[in-house]
C-alpha cells in the first residue's frame, strides 16, 4: 500500500497569515499514461463530514475560495492557504487515487493561535 | 443540489449483521462511483471500497474485502454497505461520498457502535 505521511501534525496560525501542509507518499502519484498527479486534499471541521478541497493535484473543487492551492509533484505535496481565516480550521487530510487501496494521511490539525 | 443521505446510527452486538445506506439524489445516480470511507480514533480515515451504480463494479481495499459487502438498488438512488458477523472493530463513523475527481460530495455519516 502507498503510505500517506502528512507534517506537521498540528499547526497553530494566525488569522490573515499564510499556512503552508506538506504530505508526501511512499510512491509517486505521477501517471505518466495520462500525466495526472492522483493527490486530493481534504477539509474536516469540527463535528462535520470531509469535504473536498483540491482534486487532482492542483484542481480546486467547485465552491473552495482560491486562497487554497495545491501543488507538487511525484512524491511531494503542498496544501497553501495564503491567508488564513477562522472557519479554515479542522483537520486536513491527503488522500492519493493513484492505485488501490486509496490512502489517506494521518491528518493535520490546524488551529487559531 | 447533489445530496448523498445516510441512514442512522446503529448499536449492534459481535457476531450480528448489519446494512447501512446512502441515498444520492440530485445527480444521476448511475453515472457516478460511490465510495465508503471509514473514520475511527485510531486509524483517521480508511477507505473501504467503491461501487459504481450503473453496473455493480466494485473495487474493495484488502483491509476490507471478504469482511463487507458494497450494493446498489438502481431503482431508489441507494448503495449499501453491509456486514454479515460484525466485531467490536467495525466501530466507528462511515462516510459514503460520490466520487467525480475525488471525493466530492459526502453523506453525513453514520456512527455504527459493536460492543457485547
Known amino acids: 500500500d502507498i503510505v500517506m505521511t502528512q507534517t506537521p501534525l498540528s499547526l497553530p496560525v494566525t488569522p490573515g497569515e499564510p499556512a503552508s501542509l506538506s504530505c508526501r507518499s511512499s510512491?509517486?502519484?505521477?501517471?505518466?499514461?495520462?500525466?495526472?498527479?492522483?493527490l486530493d486534499w481534504y477539509l474536516q471541521r469540527p463535528g462535520q463530514s470531509p469535504q473536498l478541497l483540491i482534486y487532482?493535484?492542483?484542481h480546486r473543487a467547485p465552491g473552495v475560495p482560491d486562497r487554497f492551492s495545491g501543488s507538487g509533484s511525484g512524491t511531494d505535496f503542498t496544501l497553501k492557504i495564503s491567508r488564513v481565516e477562522a472557519e479554515d480550521v479542522g483537520l486536513y487530510y491527503c488522500?492519493?487515487?493513484?492505485?488501490?487501496?486509496?490512502?489517506f494521511g494521518q491528518g493535520t490539525k490546524v488551529e487559531i493561535k | 443540489e447533489v445530496r448523498l443521505v445516510q441512514s442512522g446510527a446503529e448499536v449492534r452486538k459481535p457476531g450480528e449483521s448489519l446494512k447501512i445506506s446512502c441515498e444520492g439524489s440530485?445527480?444521476?445516480?448511475?453515472?457516478?462511483?460511490i465510495g465508503w470511507v471509514r473514520q475511527t480514533p485510531g486509524k483517521g480515515l480508511e477507505w473501504m471500497g467503491n461501487?459504481?451504480?450503473?453496473?455493480?463494479?466494485?473495487r474493495y481495499s484488502p483491509s476490507f474485502q471478504g469482511h463487507v459487502t458494497l450494493s446498489a438498488d438502481k431503482s431508489t438512488g441507494t448503495v449499501y454497505l453491509q456486514w454479515s458477523s460484525l466485531r467490536a472493530s467495525d466501530s466507528g463513523i462511515y462516510y459514503c461520498?460520490?466520487?467525480?475527481?475525488?471525493?466530492?460530495?459526502w453523506g453525513q455519516g453514520t456512527l455504527v457502535s459493536v460492543s457485547s
Open positions: 461520498a460520490r466520487k467525480t475527481g475525488g471525493f466530492h460530495g
Open positions: 440530485g445527480y444521476s445516480f448511475t453515472d457516478s462511483w
Open positions: 461501487i459504481y451504480p450503473g453496473d455493480a463494479d466494485t
Open positions: 510512491q509517486s502519484l505521477f501517471d505518466g499514461d495520462d500525466g495526472n498527479t492522483y
Open positions: 487532482t493535484l492542483s
Open positions: 488522500m492519493q487515487r493513484m492505485e488501490f487501496p486509496w490512502t
